[in-house]
């Protein structure tokens, strides 16, 4: 049943031109992926002489022994013009220089100040200061072109390093011969011996002032990176408390809502206290003298209540706002509350006086009158407080939180500027650490050579003094002399390292020909799934059974997958011309891998539709970034170097390295069969996984015909 699905779809392919012509596409373009990665990383260090890099040397020079003027700043300047490996600007102004490496126009900058070769002449000396070289270096341009400008100062530093250790054995060499000569001269033995002895003197106080620098630099050490923790430590403060500020310029920004609440709750409230005196006072106005003492009495009850709630109302008022101002606001406020208070009292005891009716009406009358001027006296001042309520009180509460807002503005702003300047510092302390490392490196080599001078010195005295009497002159003329020149080239790099490389790959196409390679075979997979269906028609095949169905579709797919497969290989080996130890099993590798790749994209397609193909592009995604392919896997984050053993691309990229660069053992066949794990986790998603989810695939692509744009 397999076998008749697979022929049935050969011949329905070849029944239709269209789709023929869409599946030979399909078998390409995979391989113009990986042919197209693979030539543009052919060999990009080859052309680093592009890069510019700006030259400036303001180097003064330094007049020697005789008259000879040395200048090292135009030699390097001249060193790196013949260099053709970078290209070097020669140019007059460190103005210049470092603005055309901030705009992009150059990648680095090399700057050799006035002293340079002064201070590289003068090691002798008691206050000793390490020659200087200033790089600077635009790394936003480029990351990769950072990384070579890099090795370029690198190399430069280690040249100069071998002509500072060059200079300081010439000298010493050269004294040497100095003292043969007076010894050819006629000066005595001894007179020589001294200042043979006088010379390493001199080496041992030199190398004690080496020890007293790098004694200084562990401290210096010491320094930055404690220094480097507490800027860390108050960036963190500095962060935290600008988030605290941020916070509370939130609280602040509610707290004018609540002042607004507020103005108008008591605007209420003055309201309400405005036209309960109004009411009494129409009352008072409407009750005349009668006969009636009844109707008096009621309307004096009627505003007794009213002067009831009145004082509550005035009590509340007044406890909400004379307590929350304080200074000569208070004052005036709180006079103008305790006046009013008088008033309604004085109002409250007329009152009380006319419900009960003392006096006749004549007396009523008077009370009446006087009752009602307590009440305008009252409304007189509810609207004086009203005043300064609006005029004074409520601008004062806004032009201060108004101040804490601004204040609050500029305390995050200086705390941001604050976080960015600390942690321009951490940087700074942790480049001088590396500077400070770099200087203990040099001092080191330094005090090798010294070592080595002062050990010939040490054996020539002792052969001397081992010697007869009258053979002493003749020791010392064929121990001390000699080149000064040659023997400083010697110390100056003394050991010769002789690099033996293991497994040569010649250009870096080659070396990137194993990763494009596996992840076009994977791409290719996933064009396959996409652009055919995974289902064959069930109703054509009644009596196959769900394995069947899957391993007869698939069988289309394996065949197309190795025509991709072979595609690829022949461009990598005919038109890039790869480098290739053994072209079968590079062959072979590939194909395996297509297999391998084809049925575990093709079963996660079958099994779960769309999601399926999402979940492949998803695992490409994440073997480019941690399949090892381009990076050491030692190099790549902690996530990735706990998950890519689970991931078929490594197994796979290091067989193909096998056949690049040349097998080791049976390494080569180890790595086939943990990539073939994989084979057997497709067959269980294909077959055995697939089956409980069919309904629900079926579902998911009604749902999504249904949208019509899926």
Known sequence: ???????????????????????????????????????????????????????????????????????????????????????????????????????????????????????????????????????????????????????????LQSKLNEAYIRIISEKVFKEANDVSVKLDSGDSVEKILGSLKGMRSDIHDY?????????????????LVTAGKDTTTLSKAVTKSAKDVDRAEDEIDKSQDVVNDYAV????????????????????????????VKTIETNAKKTSGDVDRLRRDLKALKDATVTDVTGVDAIALRSSYESMSTSIKALDRLLLGIQKA????????????AALQKVEDALLKVDDIKKQFDNRFIP????????????????????????????????????????VGSADQSLDKTTEALDVIDQRIASVIDRVEQAKEDERGEVLLKTLSGNPESLGDFFADPVKVTTRIEYPVKNYGSAVTPFYTILAIWVGALILTAVMGTHPTASKYPEAKGYQLFLGRFMIFAVLGQFQTAIIVWGDLVILKVQCASVF????????????????????????????????????????????????????????????????????????????????????????????????????????????FADLNHYMEKRMKDTEMM
């Not at 003392?358 to 009158?369: D, H, I, M, P, W």
Request: glycine share 6%.
């Open 1 to 155: 049943m397999i076998k008749r699905i697979f022929i049935t779809d050969i011949k329905n392919l070849f029944r239709s031109f269209f789709a023929l012509v869409i599946v030979i596409g399909v078998c390409f373009l995979p391989a113009l992926y990986a042919w197209l990665n693979i030539y543009s990383n052919w060999d990009p260090y080859a052309r680093t002489g592009n890069l510019k890099i700006a030259v400036v040397s303001m180097d003064k020079g330094y007049v020697g022994e005789g008259g000879k003027k040395v200048n090292a700043g135009n030699s390097i300047a001249l060193s790196l013009q013949e260099n053709k490996a970078i290209d070097s600007r020669v140019l007059s102004s460190k103005k210049k220089a470092v603005e055309g490496v901030r705009s992009g126009e150059y990648y680095a900058a090399l700057i050799v100040p006035t002293d340079f070769t002064y201070r590289m002449y003068h090691v002798f000396t008691e206050n000793v200061e390490r020659p200087t070289l200033y790089f600077y270096q635009n790394q936003k341009k480029n990351a990769v072109a950072g990384k070579i400008t890099d090795t370029v100062a690198g190399n």
């Open 207 to 223: 190398k004690k002032m080496i020890v007293a620098v790098k004694k200084g630099n562990v401290i210096l050490k010491d320094a």
């Open 265 to 292: 709750l008591v605007s209420a409230a003055m309201k309400d206290v405005n036209r309960l005196l109004s009411n009494m006072k129409a009352d008072l106005k409407e009750a005349k003298v009668t006969s009636d």
């Open 358 to 369: 003392e006096g006749g009406s004549a007396v009523l009358e008077k009370k009446r009158q």
């Open 396 to 435: 004062q509460l806004n032009s201060s939180i108004d101040s804490v807002e601004d204040v609050l503005a500029d305390s995050s702003e200086v705390m941001q500027k604050m976080s960015k300047t600390l942690s321009g510092m951490g940087n700074v302390f942790g480049a001088l650490k590396e500077t």
């Open 585 to 692: 099993f590079f062959w072979l590798a590939s194909a395996f891998t297509s297999f391998t790749f084809t049925l575990l994209i093709y079963a996660l397609v079958a099994s779960f539709g769309d999601v399926g193909k999402a979940l492949a592009v998803v695992l490409v995604v994440l073997q480019i970034a941690g399949s090892s392919g381009t990076y050491p896997i030692e190099l790549l984050p902690e996530f990735f170097r706990k998950v890519y053993i689970f991931f078929p691309f490594p197994y796979a990229i290091n067989a193909l390295r096998e056949c690049v660069a040349g097998m080791n053992g049976k390494e080569y066949w180890i790595l086939l069969l943990q990539l073939s794990s994989f084979i057997l986790v497709a067959l269980t998603i294909g077959i055995w996984i697939r089956m409980p």
